[in-house]
């Protein structure tokens, strides 16, 4: 099948430190992976490379996007070619609202009726992340990825500091932003999810999930599946049970 992403070999540092140590990774269009691993394995420092965040520094290897190479490609072009990514922390913006935000994400929708989506209307007029809580900057970043609808969406912990009736909102949103409300012959749009508790996967549709460790995928197979084996056995003891070497 046809790779929206592929990965080959990627080697990246950041502050002088090797974090990625040889990732490959193929996302297929239509596809929502989830991505597990320990604090400090290179998941966010994943994301944010795919993204073109530059403080990080591709060493060796490569990323394609819908066939192209996009590994020297600044954020913002990645960004026009459709990809899109919620933060973990994103900074707040100081004199943008946040329905102005959504408006500049994409001129063509409307503001109120995406922030609706997320049950977000009262922060239309609040100032960007600015006083928000952890659970609300969930949701100010998702309602700009369902205006920006970019073909490839990245979340990072969407549902950490989520309360339990907004994650299902969360759950609904990322759905939709990957097409699996869609019959999946149309669809084209594919996801990358980190969670450390994987309470998301209640909520979502996700066909694969891929295990970190030290800066390499050491383990890929079935989300429910390696999730239960990480919580009975810890990272290691479900890589040695479900991927032995
Ligand atoms: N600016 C930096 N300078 C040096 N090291 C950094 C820098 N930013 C991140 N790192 C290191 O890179 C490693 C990978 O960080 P990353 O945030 O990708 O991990 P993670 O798997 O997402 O962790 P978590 O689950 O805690 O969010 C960590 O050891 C981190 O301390």
Same mark, same amino acid.
């Given at each position: %099948?046809?790779? *929206?992403?592929?990965?080959?070999?990627?080697?990246?540092?950041?502050? $002088?430190?090797?974090?990625?140590?040889?990732?490959?990774?193929?996302?297929?269009?239509? &596809?929502?992976?989830?991505?597990? $691993?320990?604090?400090?394995?290179?998941?966010?420092?994943?994301?944010?490379?795919?993204?073109?965040?530059? !403080?990080?520094?591709?060493? =060796?290897? =490569?990323?394609?996007?819908?066939?192209?190479?996009?590994?020297?490609?600044?954020?913002? &072009? !990645?960004? !026009?070619?459709?990809?899109?990514?919620?933060?973990?922390?994103?900074?707040?913006?100081?004199? *943008?609202?946040? +329905?102005?935000?959504? +408006?500049?994400?994409?001129?063509?929708?409307?503001?109120?009726?995406?922030?609706?989506?997320?049950? #977000?209307?009262?922060?239309?007029?609040?100032?960007?992340?600015?006083? #928000?809580?952890?659970?609300?900057?969930? =949701?100010?970043?998702?309602?700009?990825?369902?205006?920006?609808?970019? &073909?490839?969406? %990245?979340?990072?912990?969407?549902?950490?500091?989520?309360?339990?009736?907004?994650?299902? *909102?969360? $759950?609904?949103?990322?759905?939709?932003?990957?097409?699996?409300?869609?019959?999946?012959?149309?669809?084209?749009?594919? $996801?990358?999810?980190?969670?450390?508790?994987?309470?998301?996967?209640?909520?979502?549709?996700?066909?694969?999930?891929?295990? %970190? %460790?030290?800066?390499?995928?050491?383990?890929?197979?079935?989300?429910? &599946?390696?999730?239960?084996?990480?919580?009975?056995?810890?990272?290691?003891?479900?890589? =040695?049970?479900?991927?032995?070497?």
């Amino acid at each position: %099948m046809f790779g *929206l992403l592929e990965i080959e070999d990627l080697h990246v540092s950041i502050g $002088g430190r090797m974090v990625l140590k040889g990732i490959n990774l193929k996302i297929n269009r239509g &596809e929502n992976h989830a991505l597990f $691993g320990p604090n400090g394995c290179g998941k966010t420092t994943l994301l944010n490379t795919i993204a073109g965040v530059p !403080r990080y520094i591709v060493e =060796r290897g =490569r990323i394609l996007f819908k066939g192209n190479d996009i590994t020297h490609l600044s954020m913002d &072009e !990645r960004a !026009r070619m459709g990809i899109g990514i919620a933060f973990q922390s994103p900074p707040a913006i100081r004199g *943008l609202k946040l +329905k102005d935000l959504i +408006k500049l994400c994409n001129p063509e929708v409307n503001p109120e009726k995406v922030l609706k989506e997320v049950n #977000f209307l009262e922060f239309a007029d609040r100032e960007v992340n600015r006083g #928000f809580s952890g659970g609300e900057i969930k =949701r100010s970043e998702l309602a700009q990825l369902l205006a920006q609808r970019p &073909e490839l969406v %990245m979340l990072d912990e969407p549902d950490s500091g989520v309360d339990l009736e907004n994650i299902k *909102l969360i $759950g609904r949103a990322i759905n939709k932003l990957t097409e699996k409300d869609t019959k999946p012959s149309k669809r084209i749009r594919s $996801g990358i999810v980190i969670t450390h508790f994987g309470h998301i996967l209640d909520y979502i549709s996700v066909d694969k999930a891929h295990v %970190m %460790m030290e800066g390499t995928i050491v383990c890929t197979g079935s989300p429910r &599946e390696i999730l239960e084996q990480i919580k009975t056995r810890g990272y290691e003891g479900c890589v =040695r049970c479900l991927c032995p070497t």
